[in-house]
């Protein structure tokens, strides 16, 4: 169906879900697992890799966190995620000291895009401290679903701090005729270094990377990918920071009336129907598709949580910032709305695809 999109609508922000605190697991001495209970099992429909986002209260009022989901949405019936605690982080401590069973918390859909799209190829998997948690998402599902080989490379301070180290010696000990799990553990190795996690890839032919951790990891994580001979659209990662912003919070599209001549047309695919819209060279996809009262997907709107994520079919955007898609994301034509400016005359986009 086509319609012309012109109708404002007021702009809400991504329905807000309140889900039950159905269990909290101590995972380790600064790890939780909240599983969380959906009114339905629909309430919370994710893929392995995607995040919740949780309003969290702190003194400087509420925070808005992303939690990747830990549990897989193929082997587990709740939806759970993991939090570790960030030395004087707001967020992280008070989820820790704080939350109980039964306790109501307001989140938002799931969304993200650290979601694999090839099954079938071998999977190697790089994770620090609670960059386990999309990681062990992706695993399970794979273990569960598919019958990919995979190597799990899972760094930590010392073996204390292993976040899953049960069920991740249980996993191999089931699946070890496809599922490898080598634990680098600064106690026993030292820092992590390129050349250290490489020498723990035992078989890198055709496998797709997923890396997620601090900062310093990734880099020598994905270094030590390349040198395996992996190739760069092959490697994954997920960026995990606090959002600037309360995603929470309804904020008015910042779309400016254009000019006639300063702006560009484009056609939409959301939700199974296709809308053509005018768009102002100087205004951001996702303002645009807001300020029109269409249900565009977003979470941070601050270009880091890729919950905002398209794809380009035809013509040519610049996104002003991109702190979450990869090379491999960008090739494929994935782009993000609430960074997205038109640079032709005419677009094709299309989310959900
Ligand atoms: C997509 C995504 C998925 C994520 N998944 C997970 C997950 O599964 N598990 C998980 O544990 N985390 C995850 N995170 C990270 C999580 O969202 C939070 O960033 C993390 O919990 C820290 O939040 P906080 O409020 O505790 O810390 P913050 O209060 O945001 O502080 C973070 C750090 O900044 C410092 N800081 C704070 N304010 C200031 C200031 N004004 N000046 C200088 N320094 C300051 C703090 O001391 C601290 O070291 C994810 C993030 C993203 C984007
Ligand atoms: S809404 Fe988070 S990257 Fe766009």
Redesign the pocket.
């Known amino acids: 169906m086509t319609r012309t999109a012109n109708q404002a609508r007021p702009k809400a922000p991504s329905p807000v879900v309140q889900l039950t605190v159905h269990q909290v697991v101590r995972e380790t001495a600064d790890a939780v697992t909240l599983v969380l209970n959906a009114p339905t099992a629909n309430t919370v429909r994710y893929r392995a890799g995607q ?1 919740l986002t949780l309003r969290v209260p702190s003194a400087d009022g509420p ?1 808005a ?4 989901l ?1 549990s897989s949405p193929v082997a587990d019936n709740l939806p759970a ?4 605690r ?8 008070w989820i820790c000291d704080n939350v109980t069973a039964g306790m109501v918390l307001d989140t938002l859909p799931p969304a ?1 895009n650290f979601v694999p799209r090839d099954w079938d190829a071998p999977f190697v998997l790089l994770a620090a401290g ?1 960059g386990i ?2 990681v062990m998402s992706i695993l399970r599902t794979a273990l569960v679903a598919h019958r990919n080989p995979i190597t799990l490379v899972y760094a930590n301070a010392d073996r204390e701090s292993v976040i899953f180290d049960r069920d991740l010696a249980e996993l191999a000990r089931r699946h070890g005729d496809r599922l490898t799990v080598v634990h680098l553990l600064e106690t026993e190795h030292g820092l992590p270094d390129a050349t250290l996690i490489a020498s723990a890839i035992a078989n890198p032919a055709g496998a797709h990377v997923y890396i997620c951790g601090p900062g310093p990891f990734m880099t020598v994580a994905r270094a030590a990918a390349s040198s395996k001979g992996i190739d760069e659209a092959q490697i994954h990662h ?5 959002l600037e912003s309360d995603a929470f919070e309804a904020r008015p599209a910042e779309s400016a009336p254009s000019a006639d001549g300063d702006q560009v047309t484009a056609t939409v695919e959301l939700d199974g129907e296709e809308h053509t819209i005018d768009w102002p060279k100087s205004t951001v996809l996702l303002d645009v598709l807001l300020d029109k009262g269409l249900d565009a997907p977003y979470v941070c709107r601050e270009g ?2 890729g919950g905002c994520a398209y794809t380009l079919l035809s013509g040519e955007v610049e996104m002003l910032d991109n702190q979450t898609l990869d090379d491999y994301d960008l090739a494929r034509g994935s782009r993000l709305a609430c960074q997205s400016l038109p640079r032709s005359e005419h677009l094709a986009i299309a989310f959900d695809i």
């Open positions: 995040f925070l966190r992303c939690y990747s830990s995620v993991t939090i570790k960030v030395r004087d982080g707001r967020a992280s401590n993200g609670s948690t999309p997920e960026v995990f920071v606090s880091t949580c």
